[in-house]
Each structure stands twice: as structure tokens, then as C-alpha cells.
């Protein structure tokens, strides 16, 4: 299987590069580039440079750059206003000239325009167009439109909690930048508006009382629009990140707070440590608990009034029973709060199908996207999808890693397959001996049933340490056979001067030779690999731990290892290609699967089934566990292995913990977002341009708001239609017809 080598460069990027032989020149230089293709690039004469040998990695540079402002005086009269949403060009010069009379009609009227009055919001108006002309040569704007400039004055003195989570999330991201110099500003001015969740006719709503819980939001919609916020039944499905923030402001506006209203939430998921900085809801002491149950009491305490109902179980196929047509059919709507693609595609379905609006979000740092989905009106999620993400190649993975991802995903599976998934099949032997023998002989080919009968053997026999000592021993032998043996078989397979069939270098291009590593008990990561592996066999084995690294140090200096013999006719595949074909080879190879066969080459059952053994599951959050040490150790020594810049234990919990990039500011903008969307389904709106999907990017800054596609149109052959009609008319008549002979017959025998 081939892999994608674009650079995805442009011409002027600058670049540095590392790690390359021969050529040393450029190594940690910076160069300017011209794009030649998609995958080649040119950094100018070198001619002069020595003779490039092979490996390199080439990453953009990230320049400083200075920025200047003008001052607040100047740029209100002349403002650089950054744009966001086409649709409604000239709104932000509406809204400039508009937030600054709103100052001015406070100073010579005593107050803010008052709530939907058409007499101050007459003034306001005026006040507007006076100051659209003044000290002048020609209009700051020549679209001035009095009916946005009036809905302004009308709603000012309202607030929501929508607008106030898209604001302040963006305004915090431009303060994280003033602190840390990373990413640029908005330059100069943002504004931004949802008009369209107000009604699409004119209306003159009923004014709230002072004393009103959500008084400000009456101000904008109206008491009566309120009530309807109220009654409504909302379904969040997930309660992470985006589902924390999602139902607090749901809480805030109301939803779900009236006598027949309800929110129902639902997520599989437990709380972990590193949720704890941007899933607010939670606390330290809900670490382990699910994440549902834990946010449906939070919010419950910020608005007693809602009728919140939580779930732990998943929306999925074998859920119908739960999430059943009653569920569905008494929903108002549905917003996604997911991490996959499968889940939201499944949620989409069901939304279609029970003719239900939707709302999903995603985050990815910096970025975000929203996309509406309302029934007969704009397309479904799953009409459009993005390209899948492109998988490691198996082969480079295993032999030719050329970047840290590929290190530390190794480290992962890794793991995986010492501690998890052969102790899991020894545990499954043990309870049942019998029930294991019939499963693994239903095992596809030859090859995965004798893999799973070593597995077995491997855990309960071969490698089960009597004491700590014997942990340290296996730590030691595992580091041979992974970061030297393995490596010397690879070389010995393909050395380093290895040439092609097509006369080309075999380790060239994305393929860098690698080298055995000679085991240092004094260098840190060698002994953190020993110290983690030793520990995590001896729990495995529910053997007393030992944390003490000079012991374990002194210990495994004395121990002696085999030397490594390189052997002859062992297959090392170099591409996905060859490795499908053997495996295709195998998967032919069925055998006979005969029980008693199985059971011969499995350790005798009662010598081993009181032998206490339990499996890792891998958690990231626990730094007491050694599951991070091991991957952090195992993927800097395969790194060392192949010359790639070593990672951090912070970027290795992200990569190997399959944590999603996730910023407090982006998801409070995001749920923002959403949330006017569900203003305007509660509003009743069906026009598709009044419905706004997004993708912001807070680092560039990028806004752009866009309107839904519509929904595919298909051609129905109306001879066909009526035909098939004709059909079942005719069968239902045949069939009443049968029905009342048998009435009759069954009469006559009577």
C-alpha cells in the first residue's frame, strides 16, 4: 500500500530541515521554497553542498512576525473590519456605526433605547444616518439599512447566552495571544450578529417582567417565545467537552426547564483526569464516574427547573429498544456532541428518519465547524463526507517508521500485545477451558489459532516470573529482542548499502536505515523502559511492585544476555502489498481445527487455572501505573532505533491516548453557535438561506458562515409510480376478497 508523500508546501514558505546525511548543510537552516509539484520543491543553488546521502525531515519554520495597530480614536473613524458571513456584507459597517451611537443616544437620552419601541428606535435611527455622513467627504457606508439598525436599537438591552459564549470565547483566544505571542489577532475589528433568529415577520413580543429568570433573553424573543424555549424536549448526545458547554447554556436559556419540557443527555464515557481542563462540569473528585449522570446534577444545580434525564448506554443499533420511536417522535430536536464520524452518521440517520432538526459540532484546537441539518430544507450530514483519514501503512509502522506518530502508535499496539490482549485470552482459558478450545478452533486460518495457543502459553508458562528478579529479566531480554535483535534481522535483510531490483537505494526516500541500540543501565530511557516493563509484568501477575531504580539498576547490570544471530530465511515485508498477499496466504490455510488437537498443545488445565493473573487496560491518566512510562520509553528508544527526534511525555499521551486537540475558548464558541440554531428551530424558521452553517479557525482568524446546501432532489417516474399503485390497490383488493370468503364460508358452517 503506498502512502501519500505531498508536502502540501507553497511557494515563499520557509523551511528547515534535520537529520539529513551527506548534505549536512541544510541541516537546521532556513530556506525559502518554490513548489515544483505537489510532492517536490526547490530550495535553491546546492551545488556547493556535499553529497546527499539519505534521510531528512523537512517541517515548515514558524516565523515571528510584528504586528501594528492603530489606535481606538483613529480606527473608529476609518476601521479595518474583518468579514465573516457574504451573505450579509455591509452588516458590520452597520454595526460599527450603531455600537458607537449607542453610547451617544444613552448620553442625551438618560438610557438605552428601551425594548421594542418604535419611537427611540426612530431616533437611534437618525442618529445613525447623521453619523454615517458627518466630517465626511462621502458615506462610511453606502448600504445603511434602517431595518438592522432599528432591530438594534429594539434589542440592545437584551442579552443572550449564546452570544455571550461566542464572544467571550473569541475575546479569550485574542487575550492568549496577547499573553503568548501565538497565533495572530483579529485585525482590528470582528462583529457579528444573528439576526436571523429573530421572527421572519415583524412583531412586537410581550415584554418580560423585571423579576424574570431569564429576563434578558425575554427582552430579545418576547415572554411567549419564552415559554416555548421552555417546553421544549432536547436530546445532547455526548457529555463531553462540547456536551458540557452545550448544556449549560441550555440550562441558562431554559430549554428544557417547563412542565412538559425535558433535556435528555447521553455518553458512554467515564471522566478522566485530562477531561478536567475543559469539560468544566467536572470536578477532580468525579474522576471515574460517568460523564453523563455527573453533568446532568451539574447543570441541574445551575437551574433547578430543568428536567434533565441521563444515560449511559450509547444511540446505536443495538440501543433501538432505549432510543426507541417513542423517544425519537417526542423530540423537539437533537444536537451532536460526538467524536467520530460512525456515531454522527448513525445520529443522522436517525434524525431522517423521525424528521427531526439537528445540529453538529466539532472541535480541533483552534478550529471548529457547525453544520445545520433541518428536515426537507437543507442536505443531511451524511450527504457529504470528508476523505477518511489516511491509516500508517503496516509495514512502515513495523519496519520503516520515518516520523514520531509511527514510534509511538507502535509503543501503543505494543503494549497492547505484552499486557492486554494475551492475558485477556489466558483469562478466558482459565474460566473456561472448554468454551476457549471450541472458539479458537472456529479461529479463520493455521496461523491466528496457533498465535492464540502461544499467546496462552506465553502468559501462564513461558513467561510467568516467580519473583521481581525474573520481571527485571524479561525487561531486559524484551529490550534485546525489540531495540537490538529485531533491528539486526531488518539490517541483516536489508543492509545499508542494499540496492533495488530497479538499481535504486533501498533506504532512501521515506525509509531510514536504522541501528541496533546497545543497552546503557545509565542512560535514563534505557532504565525507564526496564522500570516500567518490569512493574507492569510483576502487576500483571499481582507480584509486589518495586519502584526503586537504583535496585533495579544494580540488578539488571548483572544480568546476560544471548548474543544475536541473525537467521536466515525469516520474510521482512517492504510494503502493505506483499504483507496482504501472506496474509491472504494464511487466511487459505484453514486446517482442521480439531478440538483435541487444540487442547494437546494447551497447558494442562488444572495445573494453571489457579494462577492469578489480570490484564492492563491501557489509562493514560494515571501516572502511577507505568502504562505512560512504557509507551513514552518504548517509542523514544524505537526513535533512537531510526534517528527521529525523540517526543515529549505530554505529545506522546496525546498521540498513544488518542486525545482530540480541544481549547475552552473553541468549544465555548462552537456551542454558541449551535445554540442560535436552536433559536431558530424553536422559532420555526424554514427558509434555508436564515440558517447558517460555519467553519472558524480562532488562530488565523477565519470566520466564514455560509448557508446550508439543499437537500438532493430526485426524479420519480410517474408512470412507474402509478403503476405500482395500481399493483397494490389490486393486491388489497384480492385480499378483502379472500378475507370475506373465508367470512362466508366460515358463516355456511355455522
Known sequence: MGIDTRHGFEDDQIVTFQDVKGMTEVNDKQFKIKVTSPFTFTIGDTSKFGEYLGGGTVTEAKLPETVNFESYTQTLANPKILDGDFAKFSMPSNLHLAFQVLSTFEQQNGAQPKPWDEEDATKFFELVQKLNTENREKPFTEELNEKWVKLFAKTCQGDLCPMQAIIGGIAAQEVMKAVTGKFMPVRQYFYFDAIECLPENDFQPKLPEANSRYYSQELVFGADFQKTICESKYFVVGSGAIGCEMLKNFAMMGIGSGQNGAIFVT??????????????????????????????????????????????????????????????????????????????????????????????????????????????????????????????????????????????????????????????????????????????????????????????????????????????????????????????????????????????????????????????????????????????????????????????????????????????????????????????????????????????????????????????????????????????????????????????RSKIKRIAGNIIPAIATTTAMVTGLVCLEVYKFLQGHNKIELFKNAFVNLALPLFAFSEPSPPMQNKVNIFLDSLLKDIFYSLISILIKHLLSGIDSKSNRK
Not at 417513542?326 to 437533537?334: A, D, P
Not at 460512525?342 to 432538526?357: S, T
Not at 492486554?420 to 472458539?439: K, L, V
Not at 541501528?515 to 516493563?533: E, K, P
Open 267 to 648: 455518553d458512554m464515557d467515564s471522566i478522566e483526569r485530562s477531561n478536567l481542563n475543559r469539560q468544566f462540569l467536572f470536578r477532580s473528585k468525579d474522576v471515574s464516574k460517568m460523564k453523563s449522570k455527573v453533568a446532568a446534577e451539574a447543570i441541574k444545580q445551575m437551574n433547578p427547573s430543568i428536567n434533565i434525564t441521563a444515560y449511559v448506554e450509547g444511540v446505536l443499533p443495538e440501543t433501538e429498544h432505549i432510543y426507541n420511536d417513542k423517544f425519537f417522535e417526542n423530540l423537539t430536536g437533537v444536537v451532536n456532541a460526538l467524536d467520530n464520524v460512525k456515531a454522527r452518521q448513525y445520529i443522522d440517520r436517525r434524525c431522517v428518519y423521525y424528521q427531526k432538526p439537528l445540529v453538529d459540532s466539532g472541535t480541533l484546537g483552534t478550529k471548529a465547524s457547525v453544520q445545520v441539518v433541518v428536515p426537507f430544507v437543507t442536505e443531511s450530514y451524511s450527504s457529504t463526507q470528508d476523505p477518511p483519514d489516511p491509516s500508517i501503512p503496516m509495514c512502515l509502522l513495523h519496519n520503516f517508521p520515518n516520523l514520531i506518530e509511527h514510534t509511538i502508535q507502535w509503543a501503543r499496539d505494543n503494549f497492547a500485545g505484552l499486557f492486554t490482549n494475551p492475558t485477556q485470552q489466558a483469562e478466558e482459558y482459565q474460566r473456561d477451558p472448554q468454551g476457549f478450545i471450541e472458539r479458537t478452533a472456529k479461529a479463520a486460518s493455521i496461523y491466528d489459532r496457533e498465535e492464540i495457543v502461544n499467546n496462552v502459553n506465553r502468559i501462564l508458562v513461558d513467561d510467568r516470573p516467580k519473583s521481581f528478579v525474573d520481571c527485571i529479566k524479561w525487561a531486559r531480554e524484551l529490550f534485546e529482542k525489540q531495540f537490538h535483535n529485531a533491528i539486526g534481522q531488518l539490517l541483516y535483510n536489508f543492509p545499508q548499502d542494499h540496492i533495488t531490483e530497479k538499481s535504486e537505494r533501498f533506504w532512501s526516500g521515506n525509509k531510514r536505515c536504522p541501528h541496533m541500540l546497545t543497552f546503557d543501565a545509565n542512560n535514563a530511557t534505557h532504565l525507564d523502559f526496564i522500570v516500567a516493563a518490569a512493574n507492569l509484568l510483576a502487576k500483571m501477575y499481582l507480584l509486589e511492585e518495586n519502584r526503586n531504580r537504583e535496585y533495579i539498576q544494580k540488578e539488571v547490570e548483572q544480568i546476560q544476555v544471548s548474543k544475536f544471530e541473525p537467521k536466515s530465511g525469516v520474510a521482512i515485508f517492504e510494503n502493505d502489498e506483499q504483507l496482504k498477499a501472506e496474509n491472504d496466504r494464511r487466511n487459505n490455510e484453514k486446517g482442521s481445527g480439531n478440538l483435541d488437537e487444540i487442547a494437546q498443545q494447551l497447558p494442562e488445565h488444572e495445573q494453571i487455572r489457579n494462577i492469578k493473573i489480570q490484564p492492563h487496560e491501557f489509562e493514560k491518566d494515571d501516572d502511577t501505573n507505568f502504562h505512560m512510562d512504557y509507551v513514552a520509553a518504548t517509542a523514544n528508544l524505537r526513535a533512537e532505533n531510526y534517528e527521529i527526534q525523540s517526543a515529549d
